[in-house]
């Protein structure tokens, strides 16, 4: 059959500034539509699937990104105990890499990867006159955990722990803070370093200005030390208060 002519046309319409193909698969009752991202049922490509290379914060910086992680990705984390300010100021781009420096987190592979999370977490401390980008980076590099497969990760309870030591305990040593966060990680049975968290709520209880006795730094970290409690195999089962004032020896 030869067809010599079409005469007959449809026009599609639209009520919107998407066009037509945007909308053609559009079903109301399983399909969803956000401010951020159209999706056209399960079979489609979520928008996570577009983020996961390695982020160039060079590029962040030249055009001013700013980077939010989505919250699920670290849902069991706590909020931040700590009073911080609002505003990212940096003298110069020296500083913000070395914040930036601190935000480096190790995979299993022994590669480097950004953590937007760890970094949205840290840099309000920017406009705080009592950290450098130098210390930033002394606390979080020593608040980084390993799983039992070489894999960094951040356990906010415990950097949290660490700027609190930095104020309030070490009268703003460095070297004596970095000492206490290091005292206050252990290794668990399945051989991931945790956060000894009864530890930390000892060494605030005897840091107190009011108490008779005071403890020095060394005194505190070989406290810490005394109240393990190991399994047959040197892995930490618990910490005990009663013990660590027993075993204690200035």
């Given at each position: 059959m030869f067809i010599s002519k079409i005469n007959q046309f449809t026009?599609?319409?639209?009520?919107y500034k998407n066009t037509f193909r945007d909308n053609e698969l559009f079903d109301d009752e399983k399909d969803i539509v956000t401010n951020k991202y159209r999706q056209y049922g399960i079979d489609d490509i979520p928008s996570?699937?577009?983020?996961?290379?390695?982020?160039?914060?060079?590029?962040?910086?030249?055009?001013?990104i700013k980077i939010i992680n989505p919250p699920n990705l670290y849902s069991k984390t706590r909020p931040s105990k700590i009073s911080l300010s609002e505003?990212?100021?940096?003298?110069?781009?020296?500083?913000?890499?070395?914040?930036?420096?601190?935000?480096?987190?190790?995979?299993?592979?022994?590669?480097?990867?950004?953590?937007?999370?760890?970094?949205?977490?840290?840099?309000?401390?920017s406009n705080n006159p009592n950290y450098t980008p130098d210390i930033i980076f002394d606390i979080c590099d020593a608040a980084?955990?390993?799983?039992?497969?070489?894999?960094?990760?951040?356990?906010?309870?415990?950097?949290?722990?660490?700027?609190?030591?930095?104020?309030?305990?070490?009268?703003?040593?460095?070297?004596?803070?970095?000492?206490?966060?290091?005292a206050l990680k252990?290794?668990?049975?399945?051989?991931n370093q945790i956060f000894n968290q009864?530890?930390?709520?000892?060494?605030?209880?005897?840091?107190?200005?009011?108490?008779?006795?005071?403890?020095?730094?060394?005194?505190?970290?070989?406290?810490?030390?005394?109240?393990?409690?190991?399994?047959?195999?040197?892995?930490?089962?618990r910490f005990s208060e009663l013990k660590a004032f027993q075993d204690f020896k200035r």
């Open positions: 026009t599609f319409k639209s009520n996570e699937s577009y983020s996961k290379s390695p982020l160039d914060y060079d590029y962040t910086l030249e055009y001013q505003d990212l100021q940096t003298s110069n781009i020296e500083d913000l890499d070395e914040i930036i420096d601190a935000c480096m987190l190790l995979d299993s592979n022994n590669q480097k990867r950004f953590s937007g999370n760890l970094y949205n977490h840290i840099k309000p401390l980084k955990l390993h799983k039992a497969n070489g894999r960094q990760y951040i356990d906010y309870d415990l950097l949290n722990a660490g700027f609190f030591c930095y104020e309030k305990i070490t009268n703003q040593d460095i070297e004596d803070t970095k000492k206490l966060i290091n252990v290794t668990d049975r399945k051989g009864s530890a930390f709520d000892m060494i605030k209880t005897i840091s107190k200005p009011l108490r008779k006795t005071q403890f020095s730094i060394d005194d505190k970290v070989k406290l810490i030390q005394a109240g393990i409690v190991y399994d047959d195999k040197n892995r930490f089962i």
